[in-house]
Structure formats: structure tokens, C-alpha cells
């Protein structure tokens, strides 16, 4: 009995999906529960499971289309039955992997048109797709310089898997050409320069994001207030955890502030959409993270019944799953605010670009020693500082409002009994 695959909601907004890779060609045989093909929504990239048992007797839409939700993609048939002609194709068959409304009609191309002329039996198995590889198995062989094609799979259908690469060695630097040029003199930096010109496409999801922020930079007015903290409690606090051996950073600790600060400031926690403000009952933190590969943003759920072992926890299960590319749609949506820390890079301040619909964004610099007063005598003394800039949508929040919740989270931050 012939099943349609069909284009699956990974989330609970998403609309569309894009499939960036099918890990099964037409004519191989899937089982239940095995990789077929990868979706790339507008937030991340996912793996997707065969439903059933069978062979893929045809892909109704290649790699790189994008489709609407229950959109028929691809033709899983019984083994030894025959493939369902063109005709057939375009009307439901028995069976769904994913229930939906009225599916619309296939894409069929003319590649499928010529393949519709084939022998009415499975055909034999295509070229194997050069995608053979596992997101976390990419993101390995990128950070190690090492060429997939080179490497045999251990996965189902010869697929790159992780394992296959976590004992291999980086790839040493390759020689530099012969050239007649004199060497660059050594003491100048010298950024690698490509030989041509390149584009650089960018990803669904960057695509995405770069709308989503220009649509907030441009429609949103900002409001931009800086306040310095200090920050020698925290620094306490942090060496007293790691004392008991446990690993707190500064952003559990600037978590733990913010969460205890939204709760008494309720406007900053919010939504706007279509004019109104939007309170939400949850703080659920986005926290903007680097990949290596681009920036993901996950969200930290009910953060305000958490403490900060629970915060760092979580945290650190969160960026991980980011940097492995296994964030799920549903934890990278419905933050009600967001906060982006460059500290780690020394940067002591920044302006961020506010996270739509959400309605503020925090900005965390380093711990910096800094020059300051110590009394009310004017003694200047060194003493470790932080700088937090926040962005505010002005339709929303002004600047007395946003004031006040600076003014507040920075009391949470050097009080270290509130935190605990």
C-alpha cells in the first residue's frame, strides 16, 4: 500500500518548510523510524523520520523547494509494488505520515514527467545524493577540515554519522602553493582574502532573520538606555558556587536577575502585535546564542521558578543542543524577552536589535576592571563593572519604564541574597 510523505509542522507557527536534503534516494529502501529527509524551517534545520516501512518509489519535490505544510513530497510503496503512476500521484492515496487539510497538488517538473515513463516496477536505486551526512556530522567535519566525501558512513545507507567523526584527527593545514611573491611581513595581520569575488548565500533561517530584524530596526522605534553595574557580588557569588564545584557563569546569574525583575515589571515581558500589548504570564528567556555557524536564539521556559543550579542546568542543555543543531522548533519560539551577552569576547558594550514581537532586549558587556568611585568622599578605587544596554520598543515602553527596570535589575544584581 502505497503512504504519502508529506511536508511535516515541526512547529506550532510554522507554515512552510524547505527540504534541504533527502538522506533516501528514489528506489531505496526505508524503515520505520529511520532518517529520510532534513526540513529547514525559518528557525532550524531537522531531521525527518519515516513513518512507515517500504521502499521510496518517488520525490515529488527535490531538494532545496520550498512547500506549504502537508504538502505531498515523496511516495514510500510496499515492497514489490509497483510505483503509482503520475495520474495517481496527484490524488490522496491510502495512506498520510502527517494528517492535513485538502493537500494541494503535487509540483510535478518535467523530471518527474520523464521518470513517469520508466518500467512500472521499482527502479533501480539513483546516484546517492551528495548530502549524506548528520547536521552534528557537518558541523564536526566543518570545525575539524575534514572532507566528507572521503569518510564512510556508519549510518543507515552509508550516512555520516557523528561517531564517524569524533575519533578522527583535524586535517593538518594544506601547503601554500609555490608563489614568487615575497612572504608577508609577519608582524602585519593579514585576514585571508578569497582569490575571486563570492556570494555567500544565506540560509532559510538567516534569510528569515535578517527580514524579521530589519522589520523590527525599521518599525520599531528604539529606545536605548545604558546603566553600569557592579559586579564584585557577582564575582562572590560565582567563586562561592565554583568553591562546591559547580559551574555558574555570570549570564545564569544575569537570568536569574532578569527573571526576578520581570515579575515586577510585567510591561517588559510582553508582545506587541497589531497595536496592543500583550502580556504574558510565563518568562520564558530567549538567549542568543552562538553556533559557529550562525546565530540561534533558544528559549528558556518558566525561568522565574528556577534557580540559578536549575538556570545553569538548562542553560547549558539548551546552547548545546544549539550548537549540535538539535533544537526542536517549539525551543526556539515564544520567548517572552531576550538576552544577548558578548562578554565572553570582551566586548564591553553594545546596542541589540529588539527580537519581534517581543518588546525589549538586554545587552551584557564584560566584567571589566574599572576606575570608579568608591565613597561619597570621591575615592576612586579599581572595581570589577558591567555595562547593560536596553533596547525597548518605544511603542511600548518609555523611558521612565525602562528606567525603572534597569534601576531594578541592577539592585537585583549587586544584592546577592536575592539570588540565591
Do not use: C
Not at 585576514?191 to 522589520?215: C, G, H, K, M, N
Not at 578605587?381 to 518605544?394: C, E, I, K, Q, Y
Amino acid at each position: 500500500m502505497a503512504t504519502d510523505v508529506v511536508m511535516p509542522k515541526l512547529g506550532l507557527t510554522m507554515e512552510r518548510g524547505t527540504i534541504a536534503a533527502w538522506l533516501k534516494a528514489e528506489g531505496e529502501s526505508v524503515r520505520k523510524g529511520e532518517p529520510l529527509l532534513e526540513v529547514e524551517t525559518d528557525k532550524v534545520t531537522m531531521e525527518v523520520e519515516a513513518q512507515v516501512e517500504g521502499i521510496v518509489g518517488r520525490i515529488l519535490v527535490a531538494a532545496g523547494e520550498e512547500v506549504d505544510v502537508a504538502t505531498p513530497i515523496a511516495i514510500i510503496s510496499a515492497p514489490g509494488e509497483a510505483i503509482p503512476s503520475l495520474s495517481q500521484a496527484t490524488e490522496p492515496s491510502s495512506g498520510q505520515v502527517v494528517p492535513g487539510d485538502s493537500p494541494p497538488a503535487h509540483r510535478l517538473t518535467q523530471e518527474l514527467d520523464a521518470v513517469s515513463a520508466a518500467a512500472e516496477s521499482v527502479p533501480e536505486p539513483q546516484e546517492r545524493p551528495r548530502h549524506r551526512a548528520s547536521p552534528k556530522a557537518r558541523k564536526i567535519a566543518v570545525e575539524k577540515g575534514l572532507d566528507l566525501a572521503t569518510i564512510v558512513g556508519s549510518g543507515p545507507g552509508g550516512r555520516i554519522v557523528s561517531a564517524d567523526l569524533e575519533g578522527l584527527a583535524p586535517a593538518p593545514p594544506s601547503a601554500p602553493a609555490h608563489s614568487e611573491r615575497p612572504a608577508p611581513d609577519s608582524t602585519i595581520d593579514q585576514p585571508p582574502l578569497v582569490e575571486t569575488p563570492a556570494i555567500i548565500e544565506l540560509s532559510r533561517a538567516q534569510q528569515v532573520a535578517a527580514d524579521r530584524l530589519s522589520a523590527s530596526y525599521r518599525d520599531a522605534p528604539h529606545i536605548q538606555l545604558r546603566m553600569e553595574v557592579a559586579a564584585h557580588w557577582l564575582e562572590q557569588f560565582r567563586g562561592g558556587f565554583a568553591a562546591e564545584g559547580k559551574r555558574i557563569s555570570y549570564n545564569d546569574l544575569i537570568l536569574r536577575a532578569l527573571a526576578l525583575t520581570l515579575r515586577q515589571h510585567p510591561r517588559l515581558n510582553s508582545h506587541f502585535i497589531d497595536g496592543q500589548l500583550h502580556q504574558l504570564p510565563g518568562v520564558d528567556l530567549g538567549i542568543a546564542t552562538d553556533t559557529g555557524t550562525g546565530l540561534v536564539v533558544p528559549v528558556m521556559r518558566s525561568v522565574q521558578s528556577l534557580g540559578v543550579e536549575q538556570i545553569a542546568q538548562e542553560s547549558r542543555r539548551l546552547v548545546d543542543m544549539a550548537r549540535d543543531g538539535r533544537l526542536g522548533v517549539d525551543e526556539m519560539t515564544g520567548g517572552s524577552f531576550t538576552v544577548t551577552n558578548l562578554g565572553m569576547f570582551e566586548i564591553s558594550s553594545f546596542s541589540a536589535i529588539i527580537n519581534p514581537p517581543q518588546v525589549a532586549i538586554l545587552a551584557v558587556g564584560a566584567v571589566e576592571r574599572r576606575v570608579v568611585p568608591v565613597d561619597d568622599q570621591g575615592a576612586m578605587g579599581v572595581r570589577p563593572m558591567m555595562t547593560l544596554n536596553l533596547a525597548a520598543d518605544h511603542r511600548a515602553i518609555d523611558g521612565a519604564m525602562g528606567a525603572r527596570f534597569l534601576q531594578h535589575l541592577r539592585d537585583t544584581l549587586q544584592s546577592p541574597a536575592l539570588l540565591a
